[in-house]
């Protein structure tokens, strides 16, 4: 069975996604931290390089040594330190028209999520195990490498995501639908990303909806002017939001900063939710299709007419449901993503 070593600096919570497929595919006993293959991966030559990238070998039975780099960034920038340093080089937000002749090493994946893939006395080993073996090699503040550890405790484990429930109001006369998402304060989501949530929530309200969620923000936040009657305050914890996300009626995707793959639609497509999304503004590894997979809308009387739909047709709804569920289990689980990655070191 091949190995598998990873970059003990790697920023736990974003790369836990990718550890649980590392486990799945070769096997947790086979899996393991070290600094040994990464001293020529220069991250600090890029400030930013740390966040945005989870980097690790495998090391076959006849001890071939194949370099990866999974990039969660959400620019569609291609980190020139990181892809000179490997021999491939998958991410999840690659824009639409990326040239892959001119850069062979690319690979595309889904979004993904952080996932709870240790318990406490897992969780405090590696923690101090890996910060051990990055002695002077780390890059981000100690405070900030052990709250990676701590939030990764809090995620829920990746069958949460798929416990089967009934949406709540499955057999009710009112459908319940659940939003909640941050009140984004750049320039691009206050014209785009933010007014296109706003608008599905008026919708969905406007059609008798119980409708739970909003924008969370603190009360000392801008507010932009229509939004005062949208917010919330206290925080739902990430096993209510998992929770309500899955007894919702439907859900819905739009692109967040940087027109990126957000962790939601990774999340979405883990629940087997029927989905209603603007369009998809980066690459997937296999396009999710409109009427097939997912519901999508390009314009505001697009928008009115879905959410219409949606609400009212269970047929359909379950119709988006099992085919992406399919779309998740074939592309975008963690065992899935990985043996895309790895597999032509593999064959």
């Known amino acids: 069975m091949p190995k598998i070593i990873i970059d003990p600096t790697s920023r736990i919570l974003y790369a836990s996604f990718y550890i649980e497929g590392l486990y799945q595919v070769f096997g947790k006993k086979n899996v393991t931290f070290s600094t040994k293959y990464f001293s020529d991966l220069k991250r600090d030559k890029e400030a930013f390089a740390f966040e945005h990238y989870f980097a690790f070998v495998l090391i076959n039975t006849d001890k071939k040594v194949t370099k990866y780099i999974i990039d969660f960034c959400d620019p569609t920038d291609i980190n020139s330190t990181a892809y000179d340093w490997c021999d491939y080089y998958a991410k999840i937000n690659l824009d639409l028209e990326h040239d892959f002749n001119s850069q062979e090493k690319i690979i595309s994946i889904p979004p993904s999520f952080g996932i709870k893939i240790w318990n406490h006395p897992e969780t405090i080993y590696h923690c101090i195990s890996n910060l051990i073996k990055c002695k002077s090699g780390l890059i981000i503040p100690v405070k900030r490498f052990l709250r990676d550890y701590r939030e990764q405790l809090k995620r829920p484990k990746l069958d949460a995501y798929q416990t089967t429930k009934f ?5 009710e006369k009112t459908p319940y639908v659940y939003l909640i998402a941050s009140l984004w304060q750049d320039k691009d989501s206050m014209s785009r990303t933010n007014l296109l949530r706003k608008n599905f929530i008026e919708l969905c309200k406007s059609n008798n909806c119980n409708f739970e969620g909003g924008f969370f923000t603190s009360k000392d936040a801008a507010i932009p002017q229509g939004f005062e009657d949208f917010l919330f305050y206290k925080s739902y914890s990430t096993k209510e939001y998992v929770a309500k996300t899955i007894l919702s009626k439907m859900v819905f995707n739009t692109p967040s900063v940087h027109k990126c793959h957000g962790w939601k639609l990774g999340e979405f497509l883990a629940m087997g939710k029927p989905i209603l999304s603007t369009p998809i503004s980066n690459k997937l590894p296999e396009e999710l299709i409109h009427g097939k997979h997912i519901h999508i809308a390009t314009s505001e009387e697009e928008l009115k007419a879905a959410v219409e739909l949606l609400l009212s047709n269970n ?12 779309y998740y289990e074939s592309f975008a689980s963690p065992i899935a993503v990985i043996k895309n990655i790895v597999k032509a070191a593999i064959q």
């Open 167 to 171: 949406p709540k109001n499955s057999s």
């Open 315 to 326: 047929d359909y709804c379950d119709h988006l449901s099992e085919n992406v569920k399919t």
